[in-house]
């Protein structure tokens, strides 16, 4: 089983950016498809973007509006998460989760999770 480490959240103020890191370790990370999710109190995972092996990129149910960019490095199997015009909404915990092959971009289609890092935006 995959297992993963994120890290890269922290405090930022609105309009501005982080990059999220999510290395996976345990397996050959090749064919899985990678993700990111985010949950805030009170309600369940919501996907924010995910990406294929062969890079395809799969939105999840969070409207980010093109101010998220998700990349995988296959050879440092490490899947990142750019942030850019981060606002107070963006709060939250971010998870990073891999499913085995071509999954869809929601929780439930994941195998594998991390522990989740803090993005607080706030001024």
């Known amino acids: 089983q995959v297992q993963l480490v994120e890290s890269g959240g922290g405090l930022v103020q609105p309009g501005g950016s982080l990059t999220l890191s999510c290395s996976a370790s345990?397996?050959?990370?090749?064919?899985?498809?990678a993700g990111w999710f985010r949950q805030v109190p009170g309600k369940g995972r919501e996907g924010v973007l995910c990406?294929?092996?062969?890079?395809?990129?799969?939105r999840g149910s969070v409207a980010v509006n093109g101010r998220f960019t998700i990349s995988r490095d296959d050879a440092k199997t490490t899947v990142y998460l750019q942030m850019n015009d981060l606002q107070s909404e963006d709060t939250a915990v971010y998870y990073c989760?891999?499913?085995?092959?071509?999954?869809?971009?929601?929780?439930?289609?994941?195998?594998?999770w991390g522990e989740g890092t803090q993005v607080t935006v706030s001024s």
């Open positions: 989760a891999v499913a085995r092959g071509r999954a869809w971009c929601v929780d439930y289609g994941m195998d594998s």
């Open positions: 345990g397996e050959s990370f090749d064919s899985y498809t």
């Open positions: 990406i294929h092996s062969g890079d395809g990129i799969l």
